[in-house]
C-alpha cells in the first residue's frame, strides 16, 4: 500500500521555486532543497522523478504566477504604454521580497544559454516567443510603424526586458525605474 503524502505538494514545489529563484539551477543542492521544502530526497524524487522534474515544476509554477501579468499586457489597449506598464509590473513582481529580485525565467534562460536541455530550452523559447507575439501586437496598434520597425522595436524590448531583469538583481528600484523611463523615451 501507497504511503499517504505527509504534504502539500503545491506548497513545496513553491519553496522550491524560490530557492531555484535565489541561487540557480546548478547551484541549488538536493540537500539545499530537501532542508527548504521540508521533506526528504526519497519524497523529491517520488513526487518529482530528480532535480530536473522538480526544477521544470517550479518553473511551471513561475509562469503561472506571471501569466495575471501577461494578460494583461495582452488585453491591452494602449500600445506602447500597456507595454511599459508590463515593464513596471514586472519590476513590482521582482522587488516584492529582498531575497528573490529577477526573474526566474530570465534567470534560467542565461543559466541555460549554453547547455544542451530540451525541455527547458523549449520552456524558455515558447516564453519568450509568446512574449515577443504580445509585444509585436501591442506595437502594430501604431498604424504609422511599419513591419520592420515594429520588429526591431520588438526585440529592443526582449532585450530590455532581459536587461531589466538582471538589473533588478543588483540595482536599487529608482535606478531600474530611470530605466524603464529611458528605454521608452527611445520608441
Known sequence: MARKKEYNEQEVVEKAMHLFWRNGYETTSMQMLEKEMGINKFSIYSSF???HGLFLESLNLY???VSATL????NGTEGIEDIKHFFMDSVSFDFKTDSTKGCLLTNTYNEFSEKEDECITLQMNTF???LKSILIEKLQIDASKDEATILKQANYLLLAKHGLAAASRVNTK????DYIEMTFQNL
Open 49 to 51: 522523478g530528480n532535480k
Open 63 to 65: 509562469k503561472s504566477k
Open 71 to 74: 494578460l494583461k499586457l495582452k
Open 128 to 130: 519568450m516567443d509568446n
Open 174 to 177: 529608482q535606478e531600474i525605474e
